[in-house]
């Protein structure tokens, strides 16, 4: 067996279908009588016929039909309108319309001009004796069937496309010869109306509206030949992409009329391919019969009764339209009937050989697959050669093998229209409902385009970069949920606790639709499912609503997949009910906008990781960002910075202790610098999901359900052999892997220094691909499932893309040279760019006072002042000791951004105690940068600087036991310089 074709190649092989059919005619200039002017615009209503018939066949651009009788008139129309096509229909009245049309040629050669004729006696005399027509395109004869006049356009249509098409993507070629102007004129509109209807299921193949539209430009096209010479020509320069010929017997060769010329034909095509499918017709069948059947071609009598059905038979069944039936060799018995791809995927392997042999041997495959206008595919599997039936089974895995890359390539980078029938393993972007995905549901259908596009994420040997089988409801089921169960009178109310809301939205009940989608859903998804917000604003440039919403992960419970079912759709219902919950309406309130005009999509996602016993999480999760606001050392802004940690990536969210890296220099790692870095600055713990929660029933904390877990857990499931270190306290060392004894440490040092994963470069690649797509910096969202088995197939998850936005305001001065005197606030490690001067507030914590097992009533403290402050419409300058955003109250007070949403500039100051790192918390972030919120981190350097005294000086507007609010009579001047990591706060009286 001989295989030529690499398989991978398949892969980045697609269909371009928005790149055919280019050329298209949209104007055209009939010219008629007066008479027969008339009887088309009033009585025939040409283009009300025209448009009719694309509806019908869904088609789109029907042409637009100009009308005009005289010579003048004609002229002028051409002068000063552009035509793609002239159409002369001359009668016995007005048989001057001849001698317009060959002049007409003559002016304006680049416009086909087709002559549309009764053919009269007298008529039919001046075509066939004179010789009227010999600088016309074509001639057709009208009968008022307005099928032709569509069969007309797509034949000058798919003349001038058919070069660029049959190049480009392979489309394929049906050669049509006759040169009888009334046969041709009859069967040429039967043919096209067949091939398009043949056009509209295939169209299913395709994942959504729009792409079922782009796919009827891969039909095959047709052209007419006239001529044996013009045959033959055709034939040879698309004979690659033929998918079959329709030719009479008798017709012109060498400028005469010759008896057989279509079996001569015929003879010789079948010497370049004896499989190519070739039907003759005649109306002499006597005699032509018997020389048919030794040239192995169909035959078909044209003065038969039946002769448009047997027509239309013969087309369907050798030319592959419809279903592929797979036949005995030996009875011709039909044994298999494949319906369409996913039927031939599921068939494979239950097809007889010696019948699979034969269909191969054929070519019947792969002229299946091209008459369904699936190109990649069928080029591929049209070079497989068989050449001994023991070789079938191998030939079945590589048929397979090759449906299920062409399955994957095809819904890469596809919004899906939801089909539950359809949705299967290898589907992976769908929606269901018509409206926005809302913003998290627009970055992952983003991510999963740029997936496709860039083939040099496929560059990685033994790695999948993927976005998870996905599916959004998309915000009109959000409409429809509220307003079917009147939800907006509760919703809105000030009065009512968020347990209440999500009370009542648990009772209300969801679209039937949706619960019909997700029963289908759950029937293809393994793993447990998350269910995501994704509202109109979030993630979006300038308004990201990061984090705000909740966000549920639901155990699937194999055994029942109804149980499943309704921890969904509580799942659903308890995301929706969060976008009226206080902290939304609070944080909607700060942003200026109307609660009620916010609409939440919902993004289901299959989980990535693996289960181990009742826990389910991935190897590592991580944020990515393409700007490094916090560059050390040899590190670069433009070269990024990246944060990993075990588990779950709530836990990167919340603050906690992640591992941070450049991918630039991945064994330069801050962390693991020293030894006693190393052990203080180590991640201890690490979420999963709980699987024994088999009754999950959602909470206002969206974290319910999830396991906090010490990574010795972790070490018990084998998944620290990549990603840990192990600390000898005997040799006081820190050992490269995971060793029996000893704490380990997540060093991620296998993968970064030994490069067991190719973490840093992939990164390094999706961060340019994500940059350069986006027009801006990115922060990426991601998870990886590393496969340990000799293999090696690993996954790298795109989670989310987002973009990073900063302060428009630009600093041209030097700041380091303003004096300490002059500043109460002066850091070297600021997060921003720009100035501002409208600040008068500064709310800061106590030093005296503070106490870290008091930081969550530092928080409600602060909750309450941000509170106040925000309903004055007055921005503040928040000074405190350890990480802000962190849900550790022991490393930093656990504030939310709902109660800091009106601070303008955030300082991390205060207690020396602290070793204090910048919050790296992915939705904390995205905040901070997308708000235009400075950021500043007041180290032990010598450059930094914090005057608490000169504050404590100034009279408080509000003091409690461990905060102050101040207020200065003149604005604070902030200045940061974001390429040089400076910031100062400037005192009033400076």
Request: hydrophobic fraction near 40%; include cysteine.
């Amino acid at each position: 067996m001989d295989k030529t074709l690499n398989l991978q190649k398949l892969y980045f092989k697609d269909t371009s279908f928005v790149s055919l059919m280019k050329e298209r005619i949209y104007n055209i200039l009939l010219i008629a009588s007066k008479y027969d002017a008339f009887m088309l615009e009033e009585d025939g209503r040409i283009d009300e016929l025209i448009f009719n018939e694309y509806t019908a066949l869904n088609l789109r651009y029907p042409p637009r039909f100009t009308i005009a009788s005289e010579n003048k008139e004609v002229k002028e129309l051409l002068q000063t309108r552009h035509f793609d096509l002239i159409i002369a229909m001359p009668t016995s009245d007005n048989s001057h319309i001849l001698e317009m049309a060959n002049e007409l040629k003559v002016s304006y050669a680049d416009i086909p001009i087709v002559v549309l004729t009764t053919l009269s006696r007298r008529i039919f005399k001046r075509v066939f004796s004179e010789g009227d027509f010999l600088h016309v395109d074509y001639v057709f004869s009208w009968l008022g069937n307005s099928d032709l006049l569509l069969a007309i356009v797509k034949l000058l249509e798919d003349k001038l496309n058919v070069d660029d098409d049959v190049t480009s993507v392979g489309v394929q070629v049906i050669l049509f010869v006759e040169d009888s102007i009334h046969f041709y004129s009859s069967i040429l509109p039967y043919l096209y109306k067949h091939v398009f209807t043949q056009s509209l299921s295939f169209m299913t193949e395709a994942l959504n509206a729009h792409q079922q539209m782009l796919r009827m430009r891969g039909r095959p096209k047709i052209l007419l030949a006239r001529t044996y010479e013009e045959a033959m020509f055709l034939y040879k320069k698309y004979q690659k992409n033929m998918l079959g010929v329709i030719t009479d017997v008798r017709f012109p060769r060498a400028g005469q009329i010759h008896p057989t010329a279509g079996l001569e034909l015929s003879q010789e095509i079948r010497k370049l391919d004896p499989f190519v499918p070739i039907i003759v017709e005649s109306s002499e069948p006597k005699g032509v019969c018997e020389q048919t059947d030794r040239l192995c071609v169909i035959f078909l009598d044209k003065t038969d009764k039946t002769f448009h059905k047997q027509f239309k038979d013969a087309i369907t069944h050798h030319f592959k339209f419809g279903d592929l039936v797979f036949v005995s060799p030996d009875t011709r018995e039909a044994l298999i009937t494949v319906h369409n791809l996913q039927d031939l995927q599921k068939h494979i392997f239950d097809i007889p050989a010696n019948s699979l042999f034969y269909h191969l041997a054929q070519n019947d495959l792969s002229r299946w697959l091209y008459s369904r206008a699936m190109f990649p595919l069928a080029e591929y599997l049209r070079y497989i050669v068989i050449k001994d039936i023991k070789d079938i089974d191998r030939a079945r895995h590589i048929v397979f093998d090759a449906i299920v890359n062409y399955r994957k390539i095809k819904n890469k980078g596809i919004v899906a229209g939801f089909q539950s029938d359809r949705f299967d393993e290898y589907s992976n972007f769908a929606r269901i409902g018509e409206d926005s995905m809302g913003g998290k549901g627009r970055g992952l259908a983003f991510l999963n385009a740029v997936s496709k596009r860039n083939p040099t994420l496929y560059d990685f040997e033994n790695t999948q970069i993927t976005v998870p089988k996905t599916v959004v409801l998309c915000t009109d089921m959000f409409d429809e949920f509220m307003e079917t169960n009147n939800l907006y009178v509760v919703a809105l109310r000030e009065d009512v606790s968020d347990e209440q809301i999500l009370e009542v939205f648990l009772e209300a009940r969801l679209p039937r639709k949706i619960m019909k989608d997700l029963y289908a859903l759950l029937g293809v998804i393994q793993s447990p499912i998350a269910v995501r917000s994704s509202s109109l604003l979030e993630d979006s440039h300038y308004q990201p609503f990061a984090g705000i919403y909740s966000t549920y992960m639901v155990p699937n419970v194999s055994e029942s997949r109804t149980t499943t079912l309704r921890m969904v759709c509580d799942a659903i219902k308890a995301v929706y009910a969060s976008v009226f919950y206080a902290d939304s309406k609070a944080y909607m309130k700060a942003t200026k906008n109307l609660i009620d005009e916010e609409k939440m999509a919902v993004v289901l996602q299959e989980v990535c990781g693996n289960a181990y016993g009742n826990r389910f999480y991935p190897s590592f999760s991580g944020v990515a960002r393409s700007l490094n606001y916090y560059p050390i050392g040899e590190e670069k802004p433009e070269e990024g910075v990246v944060n990993v940690a075990l588990g779950l990536g709530k836990y990167i969210v919340d603050g906690g202790q992640t591992l941070r890296f450049c991918p630039a220099y991945p064994n330069k790692v801050l962390q693991t610098s020293t030894m006693e870095f190393a052990l203080s600055e180590t991640q201890n713990y690490f979420y999963c999901l709980d699987l024994a929660q088999r009754s999950f029933k959602p909470r206002v904390d969206d974290g319910d359900n999830l396991q906090k877990l010490h990574i010795r857990e972790a070490e018990q499931d084998g998944t620290l052999r990549w990603l840990a270190s192990t600390f000898d306290p005997i040799d006081q060392v820190i050992r490269d892997g995971v060793y029996a004894g000893g704490r380990k440490l997540i060093t991620f040092v296998n993968i970064l220094e030994h490069q067991s994963f190719q973490l840093a470069d992939i990164l390094k690649n999706v961060l340019t691909v994500g940059e350069k797509e986006m027009g801006c910096p990115v922060e990426i969202e991601f998870a990886v499932h590393l496969d340990y088995e000799k293999n090696e197939q690993h996954t790298f998850y795109l989670l989310q893309i987002r973009p990073i936005v900063g302060l428009n305001e630009s600093l041209t001065e030097d700041i380091s040279l303003i004096s300490k005197e002059k500043t109460f606030l002066s850091t070297t490690n600021a997060l921003g760019n720009g100035i501002m001067n409208d600040v008068y507030d500064v709310v800061y914590v106590k030093k005296g006072a503070f106490n870290p097992s008091k930081n969550i009533l530092i928080a409600y403290d602060i909750e309450k002042i941000n509170k106040q402050l925000v309903a004055e419409d007055k921005s503040y300058i928040l000074v405190g000791p350890g990480r802000w955003g962190s849900s550790d109250h022991w490393l930093g007070i656990p504030i939310k951004w709902p109660h800091i949403s009106g601070a303008r500039v955030i300082v991390e100051a205060g207690e020396t105690s602290y070793h204090i790192d910048p919050s790296q918390g992915t939705h904390f972030f995205q905040n901070l940068t997308s708000f235009g919120v400075c950021y500043f981190t007041i180290t032990q350097n010598e450059d930094d600087y914090y005057d608490c005294a000169y504050l404590d000086e100034q009279e408080a507007l509000h003091e409690t036991e461990y905060i102050r609010h101040v207020r200065f009579s003149s604005p604070l001047l902030v200045k940061v310089d974001g390429r040089k990591n400076r910031g100062v706060v400037l005192r009033g009286d400076s």
